[in-house]
């Protein structure tokens, strides 16, 4: 087989995996009992739930604009 053959197994595919630039990060968040019922319960997106909460809590005590 010649160098320059791919071998069509493994290594790097052009356009697999997340695309560059994402404006989200992955975490691991640890809610109290009552908390997570509630927020279960509503049958909301959670992620958006919590960003937005965290956004408003942020924005009222002045450390985002």
Known sequence: MEENTKK??????????????TSTTAMSLRLDNDLYQSLKSLGLNKNRFINDAIREKMIRDGILE
Not at 8 to 21: D, H, N, S
């Open 8 to 21: 069509g197994r493994g290594g790097k595919r052009e356009g697999a995996g997340r695309p560059a630039g």
